[in-house]
């Protein structure tokens, strides 16, 4: 009986990580910021003080493409040690780190390039 249990536990535990879904993996893009658009800020000073969307282009195969993000309250969005808000990235060369939730783009952390 023992045995049965955990040769079930265990094939649970190997189903659910093969099949762990690719929102997971964090992948980075970098690219200039051509769009921002806002849904909420806490002009507070603090880290990811800002929510809404970022619109990036990046050069990709020798073409440009734009790539959106969601751009959720609390993600940081630094240059260096400083604290930059959304609005402020326009133009900007950014490194987004981000997840893929089924077809949106989640921003975990952007940095601003130097």
């Known amino acids: ?7 079930g536990l265990l094939a649970m535990a190997l189903h659910t990580a093969l ?3 690719a929102a997971i993996a964090q992948e980075k893009i970098e ?5 921002t658009k806002l849904t909420h800020c806490a002009m507070d000073g603090k880290i990811g003080g800002c929510a809404g969307t970022l619109t990036l282009q990046r ?7 734009e790539v959106t993000f969601d751009v959720p309250l609390g993600t940081p969005i630094t240059q260096g040690r ?4 959304l609005p402020a990235l326009r133009g900007k060369t ?9 077809t949106e783009r989640v921003a975990k ?3 601003v390039a130097r």
């Open 94 to 102: 950014v490194v987004v780190t981000h997840t893929v939730n089924k």
């Open 82 to 85: 400083d604290v930059v808000y």
């Open 109 to 111: 952390a952007i940095e």
């Open 19 to 21: 099949h762990t879904p």
């Open 31 to 35: 690219g200039k910021v051509v769009g």
């Open 59 to 65: 050069s990709r195969d020798g073409r440009n493409e």
């Open 1 to 7: 009986m023992k045995r049965a249990v955990y040769f």
